[in-house]
């Protein structure tokens, strides 16, 4: 559209209620100088424009029903004649409006000029991470690799599966009544739910459980003295939920036991801050492991193929494990081959492309070439 970009506002979380700003995380000057060549750049909205709190809020100032993955061309014959008329406009939301394999070659290139070269997180937290790594390798005196593991178990992350996990009566009731209270449209009666997370369990659209984890983990042959770096919030149910992985896996720690408080009460201000400490010490990782999906696990993938796809970076398949979980009579020995055979090929490696493609998450040809 040749338009000039206002810097990002970036969306409020339903679950974190996270009130970062761009700015707060990332290196603005970098952004702004990397991409001086591709799209011009404006730190704030210009003087002269006096509807300020109309931005976001008002319908005459946001351009709104984009399409999930919109061509290009639905830019150019719908949302440039507003911006046109209006100067100024506000495109919310904008999490999957433009499309993959329908935009010229050049625009998905310059997307990952944006992601893997124009994004750089502020000094002070790429110094941090670079800490908690070098810490992770030498925790046993010498140098050793170490795992990261993407853990989704949080209560927000539970209740929004609206899947059914091992609990009490009692924390079933209170995990129910927090659904209904969190997303009544979803919940209506609550009749409906108990089917709906036996379907859900059974397509691997559920959160991986600590143990279940901790089961494929030793089935792959990772040995009890693994490091094993934790990136996740507060895990739904406690100790108790983590008992299972912290007694196959003694060799495991979060940043909160890596670093002091001291260190880490300068992230604190904001939840993504925290986030990004995760972000890194698992983008450099030796081996990273997803337990559920969610755009931190598909950018982390996705950056490590970018890289060279040098570290493996494993994907578990749920809905194979939730069958072998399932079935009683199947011995350790078949469920070790199961999860070995069918994670060869889920190892981080580049994948063929289909329509509407993650390019995130699998960054071929159109990213990958450095020409």
């Not at 707060?24 to 006096?50: A, G, M, N, Q, S």
């Not at 790594?133 to 030498?138: G, L």
């Not at 003295?225 to 896996?249: C, D, H």
Request: net charge positive.
């Amino acid at each position: 559209m040749n338009a000039t970009l206002i810097l990002p506002v970036l969306k409020q979380d339903q679950i974190w209620k996270d009130q970062t700003k761009f700015e707060d995380i990332f290196d603005v000057d970098h952004f702004i100088d990397y991409l001086k060549y591709d799209v011009r750049i404006v730190r704030d909205i210009p003087e002269w424009f006096t509807d300020k709190s109309e931005l976001f809020t008002s319908i005459r100032r946001t351009v709104k029903n984009i399409p999930k993955y919109a061509p290009a061309q639905f830019y150019v014959d719908n949302v440039l004649p507003r911006i046109k008329e209006k100067k100024i406009m506000a495109l919310k939301p904008f999490v999957d409006r433009l499309g993959y394999d329908n935009v010229p070659s050049e625009i998905n290139r310059l997307r990952c000029r944006v992601n893997y070269h124009a994004l750089k997180f502020l000094p002070e937290i790429e110094e941090m991470s670079d800490l908690l790594v070098s810490r992770m390798r030498n925790r046993t005196g010498v140098s050793n690799p170490y795992m990261a593991l993407h853990l989704r178990f949080e209560k927000g992350m539970v209740g929004l599966s609206f899947c059914d996990f091992v609990g009490t009566r009692d924390e079933k009731a209170r995990m129910a009544e927090y659904r209904k209270k969190e997303w009544p449209r979803r919940y209506k009666n609550g009749s409906h739910l108990w089917q709906l997370a036996l379907q859900k369990r059974k397509e691997g659209r559920c959160p991986l459980e600590p143990g279940e984890v901790a089961v494929i983990l030793r089935a792959m042959g990772y040995p009890k003295e693994t490091q094993i770096y934790v990136a996740s919030g507060q895990v739904y149910g406690g100790q108790n939920r983590m008992a299972p992985l912290k007694n196959m896996f003694p060799s495991l720690v979060t940043k909160e036991e890596l670093a002091t408080k001291e260190e880490l009460d300068g992230f604190r201000k904001h939840v993504t801050s925290l986030a990004a400490l995760d972000f890194l010490v698992c983008l450099k990782s030796d081996v990273f492991v997803m337990t559920h999906g969610g755009n931190f696990a598909k950018l982390i993938i996705g950056a490590r193929r970018y890289m060279g796809h040098r570290h493996k970076s494993i994907k578990p398949d749920k809905g194979l494990m939730s069958k072998s979980f399932g079935d009683p009579y199947m011995g350790w020995a078949t469920f070790v081959e199961d999860v070995v055979v069918t994670h060869q090929t889920r190892t981080g490696l580049p994948e063929e492309t289909f329509p509407n493609y993650d390019l995130w998450e699998n960054p071929l040809t159109p990213c990958m070439c450095r020409a």
